[in-house]
């Protein structure tokens, strides 16, 4: 049992600090900007809420955080409440926001200098994967702070991979939408096309998920989509925000990515729509309107 703080208690972040505590027992202290949020937390699992990060890191082994971007980052680690004020020597800060590479640089630097381990430590599979423990976890950092962390990270976790050092896990988390985006946008296209040539869409997606074009994104979005139902999922509204943070990073590193940007501006079009909320299947809606 180790001795935990979470920072964001999110759609993401609920249910992962909920596994530290129940799966492993761990003493879980957690914040959340919105205290009613961080009371309603400590009701349905023990342990203890504090009012600032820096209250609630302060002795603590692991220091767990997910919040929206990387200003509420910044403000949650290096701000004048923040965690990095009083994590103490030797822990390991684990940041499972989605974020830009060069903040989780920025931030293993500043944890360096204060004698701690500051982990990236993006996460995929969304409010269901969260909410049933079985996360994939890209992470960014030094070795010996990731085989520390690894056996708390597993709480949540399917499959915990160390990519690279500081800033790998938030690149390999682009890679992650980068590919979905287009994978997303092939799939609500298949179906488009496949209502307007009259067939069954049930029985297409029987047949074709079990061969090459078979994915995730069929096998647990094609019926909603079919249905016209997207509240199931990761909100467009984010992925706008990750891919803005894929298309900075491309024009930095000169990476060309026409269609994550063409994508991009689709679910632009899917927000003016009303769908700023819907999920991110919801590129099917574009494509009927």
């Known amino acids: 049992m180790a001795s935990v703080a979470f920072l964001g208690l999110g759609v993401m972040g609920y249910p992962m600090a909920g596994h530290l505590r129940n799966k492993r027992g761990h003493d879980v202290t957690v914040y959340n900007r919105t205290k009613a949020k961080a009371e309603q937390w400590v ?4 342990g203890s809420l504090a009012l600032t990060p820096a209250d609630a890191a302060e002795g603590k082994d692991f220091v767990f955080s997910c919040v929206g971007n990387d200003d509420d980052l910044r403000s949650v680690t290096i701000g004048p ?17 989605t974020a ?22 993006p996460v995929s599979g969304g409010q269901a994967g969260a909410e049933n423990g079985v996360l994939t976890v890209m992470v960014g950092g030094e070795q010996e702070a990731f085989d ?20 790998a896990g938030q690149l390999t988390k682009m890679i992650n939408q980068i590919t979905i985006a287009g994978l997303v946008q092939g799939l609500a296209e298949g179906i ?8 069954d869409i049930e029985k ?13 994104q069929m096998e647990n979005r094609h019926k909603t989509m079919n249905a016209g139902k997207y509240d199931f999922g990761f909100a467009v509204d984010w992925m706008r925000k990750d891919l803005g943070i894929c298309l900075t990073e491309a024009d930095r590193n000169g990476a060309k990515l026409p269609v994550t940007a063409l994508v991009d501006q689709f679910y632009k079009d899917v927000q003016a729509m009303g769908g700023k909320r819907w999920d991110t299947s919801s590129l099917l809606a574009r494509l009927e309107k």
């Open 192 to 199: 488009h096309f496949g209502k307007k040539a009259g067939l």
């Open 43 to 46: 009701g349905q699992h023990g």
């Open 204 to 216: 297409v997606i029987e047949v074709i998920s079990k061969g090459a074009a078979g994915s995730w």
């Open 148 to 167: 520390r962390a690894r056996p708390v990270i597993d709480a949540y976790a399917r499959m915990v991979g160390l990519m690279g050092s500081a800033g």
């Open 100 to 121: 830009s590479a060069e903040v989780a640089r920025e931030l293993a630097a500043a944890a360096q200098a204060g004698g701690f381990s500051f982990l990236d430590a």
């Open 81 to 97: 409440e923040g965690a990095f004020k009083s994590m103490k020597k030797g822990s390991v800060f684990i940041d499972n926001t």
